[in-house]
């Protein structure tokens, strides 16, 4: 008994592992567990920067940001796929390097009560289910006042082929927010690729123009920021912002 659930358990991650390897976007089954996440961080201005309560953006000014321009994003930490335990997520690496090239604001979206867990199988887990609850996790704090902005860049790992199920509720929270601006999503990613962020951003928010985005392979952003600095560097110039 107790060794057909660890084989099913080992065929279930072994046909994740083998989807993310063939590009193919899409996923399988899996899965257990549900719902609201943890913790927090800033609104703030600037790349570097980070407040306790979520509540501000990072600026690379101490008097306040004036940029029309915000990157907003959700990554995770602990142990992922091809990277091994990492103590800054792929996809904050990339957040963080699109907003020092495009001199934007940053902020995280950071789960409310973090039930995320750091294993990686547990996570696709968790997230799985999420995905099949079209759960919508409470995120911490409030998102930055976006009237300030012109253009959002919106950013997160591919789960399951598709947005974590957190930005949905990012996207719900802030539907006035986001109308009539300039959104441009990126991801980061073990071979989906954008994994149609951009037409489900579309979908999510019909009110806004959506752009170009852009899909950085999660262990590059580890090991290899120089070539995502210039892939970025290149997009952003290509933008006309
Ligand atoms: C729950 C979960 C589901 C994932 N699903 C996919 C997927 O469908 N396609 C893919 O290419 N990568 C997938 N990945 C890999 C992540 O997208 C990739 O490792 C990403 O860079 C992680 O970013 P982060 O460190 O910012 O969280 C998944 C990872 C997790 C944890």
């Known amino acids: 008994m107790r060794i057909s659930k660890l084989l099913s358990s080992m065929l279930a991650l072994f046909v994740l592992a083998l989807s993310f390897a063939g590009c193919t976007a899409q996923t399988d089954p899996s899965g257990a567990v549900s719902s609201t996440a943890a913790s927090t961080r800033g609104t703030a201005t600037s790349a570097e920067s980070e407040t306790a309560d979520n ?34 997520g792929n996809t904050a690496i990339v957040a963080e390097i699109i907003a ?15 039930h995320y867990p750091t294993k990686y199988s547990a996570l696709t887990d968790v997230a799985k289910q999420e995905q099949n609850d079209n759960a919508r996790p409470a995120y911490a704090g409030e998102a930055p006042n976006l009237s300030q902005y012109d253009t959002i860049f919106i950013g997160a790992p591919v789960w399951w082929g598709d947005w974590p199920m957190i930005m949905y509720t990012f996207f719900e929270n802030n539907k006035d927010g986001l109308s009539g601006k300039t959104l441009i999503p990126f991801s980061t990613h073990e071979g989906s690729g954008l994994s149609g962020f951009d037409k489900k951003l579309a979908a999510a928010c019909p009110d806004s123009s959506i752009k170009d985005g852009i899909a950085i392979r999660g262990q590059d952003a ?11 560097d290149e997009w952003v110039a290509g933008l006309g912002l």
Do not use: C, H, M
């Open 100 to 114: 020092e090239s495009a001199g934007a604001d940053i902020w995280e979206v950071l789960p409310a009560d973090d």
């Open 222 to 232: 580890q090991k290899d920021q120089d070539s995502v600095r210039a892939k970025v």
């Open 55 to 88: 509540t501000g953006v990072e600026t690379e000014s101490s008097e306040g940001s004036s940029s029309r321009v915000l990157v907003v994003y959700f990554s995770r930490t602990g142990e992922q796929y091809n990277v091994g335990v990492i103590d800054k």
